[in-house]
């Protein structure tokens, strides 16, 4: 995780932008944030459908609010930095992928919300069946997390290919 927070505060595109004494660390925080919390969805939803699965979800339950505190704040102070103007929301094409992807992002913060708020307290009290739902809202959860990430990887090869066009067309 660390190799690859450092990796991406080294050479994406908000890393560079200024201040990078604030984009720098804010892209670090949030690649392993993310890593983090995306990398622990598959296991844990693998463990919820099996038994005597109440500790690990104990573990992961007492520190996943900090890590998505951190991913909120720094994917906030990123946003923040990137579309200074917020009608660049809907008139760029960054903008337009932002946008999308905080709507996925708060529909996906709402699910996990419903994890730990109602299907947790289930798992913990040993619930019938209270782990699959569990394990099938982690799936759901992953899925999002794919659209977010195929998301933000079209915009990336849009904008190169754009880019390329622009620079073959002159």
């Given at each position: ?91 760029t094409s960054y903008g337009r992928?932002?946008a999308a992807k905080l709507a ?67």
């Amino acid at each position: 995780m660390t190799i690859a927070g450092v990796s991406l505060a080294l050479s994406r595109h908000a890393s560079t932008a200024v201040p990078q004494w604030l984009t720098r660390p804010a892209v670090f925080v949030h690649t392993i944030s993310v890593l983090f919390w995306v990398g622990s969805l598959a296991p844990l939803a693998i463990i919820m459908r099996g038994e005597a699965h109440e500790d690990v979800l104990a573990r992961f339950s007492k520190i996943i609010p900090w890590v998505v505190a951190a991913l909120v704040v720094s994917g906030l102070v990123l946003a923040i930095i990137q579309v200074a103007d917020p009608a660049a929301l809907i008139s760029t094409s960054y903008g337009r992928v932002l946008a999308a992807k905080l709507a996925l992002v708060a529909f996906i913060l709402t699910l996990a919300a419903w994890n730990r708020l109602r299907l947790t307290p289930g798992v913990m009290s040993r619930a019938p069946r209270a782990g699959q739902k569990l394990a099938r809202s982690i799936v759901a959860e992953t899925a999002g997390v794919l659209v977010i990430l195929g998301l933000v990887a079209g915009w990336r090869f849009h904008a190169a290919m754009w880019a390329w066009h622009k620079s073959t067309s002159c």
